[in-house]
T-cell receptor, first 116, second 111 residues
Framework: DTAVSQTPKYLVTQMGNDKSIKCEQN?????MYWYKQDSKKFLKIMFS???????INETVPNRFSPKSPDKAHLNLHINSLELGDSAVYFC???????????????FGSGTRLTVV | AQKITQTQPGMFVQEKEAVTLDCTYD???????LFWYKQPSSGEMIFLIY??????QNATEGRYSLNFQKARKSANLVISASQLGDSAMYFC????????FGTGTSLTVIP
């Protein structure tokens, strides 16, 4: 069974469109995250959710909105897509808010978003 | 300020040889965790190894070991007996009140 699953794996869309990426974890973890990995492979945190509460929002444009219907899901909705949004987006989950344990993070397989 | 520094953008190693990937970190916290992740060309992020700041012994997981030098704030990853499948990006990460990733090291194993 996949621990953290993201859909879709690939997403190609035109500028100006609105799209969503779904994420689900079956690990019973308390916290979920979204990361953006740019073309230089740099990973930057976008959001984290703990028990449906937004914990971190790292200066992400408000075109990006995380939506968490329950503890096991954290979807990423993006409005008015721009060329610069092209990247790989990773969902992750951890057992505790501060993962100072061997559990660390469990990552999804990533969604490669291409805006044309 | 950079929390995690990986100074080797690219590394090459001969198959069956050992290789060390460097990682230094910056924190004033006493309690933190250090991680290494592998990202192959297929893109997924794979957890390799963890070291807690209070762990006195270096962590080991199969062919992976973490050379933890707390005073130097370094957490180097050692891969022994490299295999072709080890070719990938490797990320060092630290958790204290947030989770920080380094910029990664691209490892290529040469047959």
């Amino acid at each position: 069974d996949t621990a953290v699953s993201q859909t879709p794996k690939y997403l190609v869309t035109q500028m100006g469109n609105d799209k969503s990426i779904k994420c689900e974890q079956n690990l019973g973890h308390d916290t979920m995250y979204w990361y953006k990995q740019d073309s230089k492979k740099f990973l930057k945190i976008m959001f984290s959710y703990n028990n449906k509460e937004l914990i971190i929002n790292e200066t992400v444009p408000n075109r990006f909105s995380p939506k968490s219907p329950d503890k096991a899901h954290l979807n990423l909705h993006i409005n008015s897509l721009e060329l610069g949004d092209s990247a790989v987006y990773f969902c992750a989950s951890s057992q505790v808010l501060e993962p100072r344990s061997a559990y660390g993070y469990t990552f999804g397989s990533g969604t490669r978003l291409t805006v044309v | 300020a950079q929390k995690i520094t990986q100074t080797q953008p690219g590394m090459f190693v001969q198959e069956k040889e050992a290789v060390t990937l460097d990682c230094t970190y910056d924190t004033s916290d006493q309690s933190y965790g250090l991680f290494w992740y592998k990202q192959p060309s297929s893109g997924e992020m794979i957890f390799l190894i963890y070291q807690g700041s209070y762990d006195e012994q270096n962590a080991t997981e199969g062919r992976y070991s973490l050379n933890f030098q707390k005073a130097r704030k370094s957490a180097n990853l050692v891969i022994s007996a490299s295999q072709l499948g080890d070719s990938a990006m490797y990320f060092c990460a630290m958790s204290n009140n947030q989770f920080y990733f380094g910029t990664g090291t691209s490892l290529t194993v040469i047959p």
